[in-house]
């Protein structure tokens, strides 16, 4: 049995159930955990909606309250659970420019596929964007991406319900695949591999 958590921010929910059919790694499948690391309101809400469009009790969803969200900070959290065996891989999802988050990743290089950090520049929101169009233009800052979001999805607030989104998902990761090859450094985003690889852990149609 194989176990998955998400770790964003504040609270907990769990849940079991057999999974047999994915691999996500080399290692003989045990009853182990991946983790997410991350910290915000509105990554807690994304993921808790990911969930329950999911409905996979396999996936195990803690929201955890961390004070320094900073991407070293993170990492540093991330790697400290990492070493405790627990969990099959490690994830980070964390906002940054490329100053603060180079260092981060570069913690992280050692590790491979099993401890990594997914980016949002200039913040998450810029993933939210991508569930209605492509975006290119510079953001100054997440006030400015958060705007543009405003103009896209009239409820957006931080930490708002996010389930609206979910059928947009597999457009927003079209999306970001098609800004990942402009190779900008802002906007970006890398979240729609994490995403990608939930629903094909998690996504029925996927088994």
Same mark, same amino acid.
């Given at each position: 049995?194989?176990?998955?958590l998400?770790?964003t921010?504040?609270?907990?929910?769990m @849940? =079991?159930r /057999?999974?047999s059919?994915v691999?996500?790694?080399n !290692?003989?499948q045990r009853?182990?955990?991946?983790l997410i690391?991350?910290?915000?309101?509105?990554?807690?809400?994304?993921?808790?909606a990911?969930?329950?469009?999911?409905?996979?009790p396999?996936?195990?969803i803690v929201i955890?309250?961390?004070t320094?969200?900073?991407?070293?900070s993170i990492?540093?959290?991330a790697?400290?659970?990492?070493k405790?065996?627990?969990?099959?891989?490690v994830f980070?999802v964390?906002?940054g420019d490329?100053a603060?988050?180079?260092p @981060? =990743?570069? /913690?992280?290089?050692?590790?491979g596929?099993?401890? !990594?950090?997914f980016?949002s520049?200039?913040c998450f929101e810029t993933w939210?964007?991508l569930?209605?169009s492509?975006?290119s233009?510079?953001?100054d800052?997440c006030?400015?991406m958060?705007r543009?979001l405003?103009?896209q999805?009239?409820?957006?607030?931080?930490?708002?319900?996010c389930?609206?989104?979910?059928e947009?998902?597999?457009t927003a990761c079209?999306?970001?695949?098609?800004?990942?090859q402009?190779?900008?450094?802002?906007?970006?985003?890398?979240?729609?591999?994490?995403?990608?690889?939930l629903?094909?852990?998690?996504?029925?149609?996927?088994?």
């Open positions: 049995m194989v176990q998955y998400l770790l921010n504040s609270g907990l929910r @849940a =079991k /057999k999974e059919l691999r996500v790694s !290692r003989r009853n182990k955990t991946i690391v991350g910290e915000g309101e509105t990554e807690q809400a994304y993921f808790m990911i969930r329950h469009v999911l409905r996979s396999s996936l195990i955890d309250i961390n320094k969200n900073d991407p070293l990492v540093s959290r790697t400290r659970l990492y405790t065996k627990d969990y099959i891989h980070c964390f906002d490329q603060s988050s180079k @981060a =990743k570069q /913690k992280l290089a050692k590790y596929n099993d401890l !990594r950090a980016v520049i200039p939210l964007g569930h209605f492509r975006l233009a510079p953001m800052n006030n400015h958060e543009y405003v103009q999805w009239h409820d957006y607030r931080k930490g708002c319900d389930s609206p989104l979910m947009r998902r597999l079209e999306n970001a695949h098609w800004l990942e402009q190779s900008l450094a802002n906007p970006s985003t890398d979240l729609h591999h994490l995403i990608e690889l629903d094909i852990l998690f996504n029925p149609t996927h088994n």
